[in-house]
Each structure stands twice: as structure tokens, then as C-alpha cells.
């Protein structure tokens, strides 16, 4: 597969534990966040979404929570599994900020057995 | 797999060449975007374009284009390359283009500059 940002911060965690991973944006007019994960070779995965009137929104077995104050977004995966093993980015955006996303540099999940 | 298709999935070539890479939407999404992901730089938007015409831009050089046909299919093309452009390219394609739309993007274009 291909190899994607050789520097990434990289988080390691045990099979069956909880990962949290940790971003942080800079526009404080961002009002849309979002999580991708990128396996080895393929284009990024929507995960999960939260518009910034929400501090919290879980999905199956993900959790984002978001702190507008320090402009802080993290993801939490439950029970891990070795398919969870991947990049992880997330990407903020805002209707008065040109409509784009802005990435993050992402963070490598390792799973360890 | 997301739906969204691009071609071809290596290129690989030599400087001053030029290039083209083609998606193809998830059927029924009206826009696309084009990205681009280096090592250095991580993902970095490029343009949007919604039902044929451009809406956005992002970082894109101004040896780079893109144009988005009738037929909702997008192309990106890459002129005069440089060895600096060698990058994983990536489309993706959204209902609407709405900055709230989810973005679904395609197994990429991994083009290597010679």
C-alpha cells in the first residue's frame, strides 16, 4: 500500500482498548468538523460529523467530541480492532470561509495485538 | 468501495510533461474536488467544481487545471511538471457541494515525477 505522511504522529493501543485521538483546528469561524479515516492505498472514509451547535455525537463504536473554546476536536474509537489501523484525519470548514475543508496533518492508529 | 472512480491509478512520468487524471462521481453527486496529498503537506484542497462550473479554489498552481463536463466526469490536468509535483491525487464528489456535504473520495491517482 502506499505510504502516507512517514511522520505522523502515531498512537499505539492494545486490541479491545479505547483510542483517542486528539486534533486541533485554527479558524475560530469553523462551524463543521469532520473525521476521515485513510487506510494504507485507498482515499479517505467519512466516519463521523459534528456541526459546532453540538459538543458531542457518537456513532457505532465512534464518539467525537468538540471544544469551541480551544478549538480542540477528538475522536474516541471503542474496543479498537486491528481494522481500525489508519490514518486519521480530521477536517474543519466554515460557510463564510470559503465552503472548504481545511485538513489536519492526521494521526497514524497502530493496533496492537 | 466509495462510488467515486479515478484514472489511471499509477502514472508515472518525466519533467516538463504534462498529464491528465479523470474522475468519475458517485452517480447522482453533482460536484467534485480535486485534492492533493504529499508526504510534506498532508491533504491540501485543490478546486471544487459543482454541475460544470468551478465554485472554489484552493491552493492550486496555476500550471494545474481542471474542468468538469456535462457528463458530471472531471479531469485535472498537470502541465510542465515538476519533480516537486510527485503526489497521490485524489477526487471526490458530494450531492450538492454544500460545505456541510459529506465528501466521498476515490482510491486516488499516484503520479511520480521523473
Known amino acids: 500500500g502506499e505510504s502516507v505522511g512517514l511522520h505522523l504522529p502515531t498512537l499505539s493501543v492494545q486490541e479491545g482498548d479505547n483510542s483517542i485521538i486528539n486534533c486541533a483546528y485554527s479558524?475560530?469561524?469553523?462551524?463543521?468538523f469532520i473525521w476521515y479515516k485513510q487506510e494504507s492505498g485507498k482515499g479517505p472514509q467519512f466516519i463521523i460529523d459534528i456541526r459546532s451547535n453540538m459538543d458531542k455525537r457518537q456513532g457505532q463504536r465512534v464518539t467525537v467530541l468538540l471544544n469551541k473554546t480551544v478549538k480542540h476536536l477528538s475522536l474516541q474509537i471503542a474496543a479498537t480492532q486491528p481494522g481500525d489501523s489508519a490514518v486519521y484525519f480530521c477536517a474543519d470548514s466554515s460557510y463564510n470561509y470559503g465552503q472548504n475543508f481545511v485538513f489536519g496533518p492526521g494521526t497514524r492508529l497502530s493496533v496492537l495485538p | 468501495d466509495s462510488g467515486v472512480t479515478q484514472t489511471p491509478k499509477h502514472l508515472i512520468t518525466a519533467t516538463g510533461q504534462r498529464v491528465t487524471l479523470r474522475c468519475s462521481p458517485r452517480?447522482?453527486?453533482?460536484?467534485v474536488y480535486w485534492y492533493q496529498q504529499s508526504l510534506d503537506q498532508g491533504l491540501q484542497f485543490l478546486i471544487q467544481y459543482y454541475n460544470g462550473e468551478e465554485r472554489a479554489k484552493g491552493n492550486i498552481l496555476e500550471r494545474f487545471s481542471a474542468q468538469q463536463f456535462p457528463d458530471l466526469h472531471s479531469e485535472l490536468n498537470l502541465s510542465s511538471l515538476e519533480l516537486g509535483d510527485s503526489a497521490l491525487y485524489f477526487c471526490a464528489s458530494s450531492v450538492d457541494g454544500a460545505y456541510t456535504d459529506t465528501q466521498y473520495f476515490g482510491p486516488g491517482t499516484r503520479l511520480t515525477v521523473l
Open positions: 479558524n475560530s469561524a469553523s462551524d463543521y
Open positions: 452517480s447522482g453527486d453533482l460536484s
